[in-house]
């Protein structure tokens, strides 16, 4: 007699679904990729805007006789740069710690695929 709560499994509906996810497995891994790609492009979109954006509004006050704003005194600029920066940080602590050379976006997703999922070895 089996204690309350105690439910066995049945070994070939878990065989059944341990091969479901492993084919699953890959195509999770493909569709994180395009999302890392599609993540890592509103980043530097948006990093190229909002620098371009700045540029010229620094530009416009000093036109305009107004004073301008140091970086340093714009809290959210300087977040954003911190952002980047630690960004960018994380990519040189992969690039460094891989024995081949990567291309940005194969940073990106090296990065990415070492908080996700589990590195073979």
Known sequence: MRPMGIVLANPLKLLARKKRLQ???PLLREECDKLLAAKQDLIDA???TLVKNRTLLCQLQARA?????CDADDPIYSSFVKTLEEWDHQLEIVSVTESHEFTRPDLNLELFRSKVFKRDE
């Open 23 to 25: 084919d699953e497995l």
């Open 46 to 48: 948006a990093r190229t």
């Open 65 to 69: 006789g107004l004073p301008v704003s």
